[in-house]
């Protein structure tokens, strides 16, 4: 059995009611989970999940863009009925939402110019000028471990963050490492950038990987949509999505 596959089915399958529509909440601005093209179309991994999701669920779809720093209160004032965007489960968020079963779990990495150095302790980070996506998991990491001798500047999206530090005006950025390989490495320019320090995957603030985010009355649909994973696991579909974006496993063990 493919090892992907055997890891998805791990999943705890349930039944529920059924829904007719699906409205997912989409960022459009985080590659390769979405992005939104030159025509205003948003595409990427979350996007197809969510429309293979709602066809194995044979509901209908709709994708709901919305701000980063606003999707949770977005779905609590039921903007839309689901969060798909490289969500990290934490404690913290569960406190307001509730999440299905992971559908990916990937690392987190710092990414400099090449040949920066960069040591992780709040010594070695004084003085340094770090970027993350503002109201993230990073944020928090950065501002738990080092706020007190870092400058963190936040941004509203990964593409500004992106931007100031191809221009010089951060050090070096958070964010997990496929959005990096992406949005910076993959690009031109890329070549300038590398990794800094070690993978970083602390359950304390990464949570247990990524996961669609539903209202915690909803548990009926929690249920649909950890069934639709575990058979999209199990049919083949999940892995032809994950290919088509990724090089490697990102659903982890």
């Given amino acids: 059995m493919d090892k992907l596959v055997a890891a998805c089915l791990l999943a705890t399958p349930v039944t529920a009611k059924e829904w007719k529509t699906v409205r997912f909440g989409v960022e459009g601005a985080y590659p390769p989970f979405s992005w939104t093209d030159a025509s205003g179309e948003i595409k990427g991994f979350d996007i197809d999940l969510a429309n293979a999701l709602c066809q194995q669920m044979a509901v209908r779809c709709e994708l709901v863009a919305q701000d ?5 209160p977005a779905l609590l004032s039921r903007k839309y009925d689901a969060i798909i965007a490289a969500m990290s489960i934490t404690d913290e968020r569960r406190k307001k939402v509730d999440f299905t079963e992971k559908y990916a779990h990937i690392p987190n990495r710092f990414v400099a110019a090449r040949g920066t150095e960069l040591t992780l302790t709040p010594e070695g980070m004084a003085g340094k000028r770090i970027g993350v996506q503002r109201a993230t998991t990073h944020d928090k990491y950065l501002t738990d471990n080092f706020g007190s001798s870092v400058t963190i500047v936040r941004y509203g999206s990964a593409d500004e963050a992106y931007l100031d530090l191809k221009a010089g005006r951060v050090l070096a950025l958070l964010a997990d490492a496929s959005a990096i390989e992406q949005g910076l490495l993959g690009k031109e320019g890329g070549d300038k950038f590398d990794y800094v320090g070690p993978a970083l995957t602390d359950r304390q603030w990464f ?16 249920a649909r949509l950890n069934d639709a994973i575990k058979a999209l696991c199990a049919n083949g579909k999940y892995q032809e999505i994950n290919r088509k974006y990724f090089k490697y496993d990102i659903y982890g063990g």
């Fill in 68 to 72: 980063w720093d606003g999707m949770i």
């Fill in 207 to 222: 949570g247990d990987g990524m996961g669609i985010a539903v209202r915690e009355g909803d548990q009926d649909l929690r």
